[in-house]
């Protein structure tokens, strides 16, 4: 798959969701529409919107994951360098009130 920015993913979640929010749209007001035609495209139409769904719930639950790998690994790190986590917090606060007092 390719490398994305967290940003860039979760652009391309939303984008796939309201992509499936408007299929779903489209199917409701097409649903009185008869004809073989418009049967087949409702049909493939139905198809891709659950592939894209389950694509959607595939990516959030990798997300969910690789957030907790992140936390456990954080964890892991404090409870071994307790000191350097609490420099590193300190150098990060220190950053973080210089920026704001400068405004």
Do not use: C, Y
């Amino acid at each position: 798959m390719l490398s994305m920015n967290p940003d860039q993913k979760a652009k391309l979640m939303d984008d796939l969701r309201m992509v499936i929010d408007d299929a779903q749209e489209m199917l409701r007001m097409t649903a009185d529409q008869v004809g073989e035609s418009a049967a087949g495209v409702r049909a493939r139409v139905q198809a891709r919107l659950a592939e894209a769904t389950e694509e959607l719930h595939h990516l959030q639950d990798a997300a969910i994951a690789r957030a907790k790998a992140a936390g456990h690994a954080t964890e892991e790190f404090v409870h071994e360098n307790p000191w350097k986590a609490v420099g590193i917090a300190a150098g990060v606060g220190l950053l973080v009130g210089l920026l704001i007092s400068r405004r």
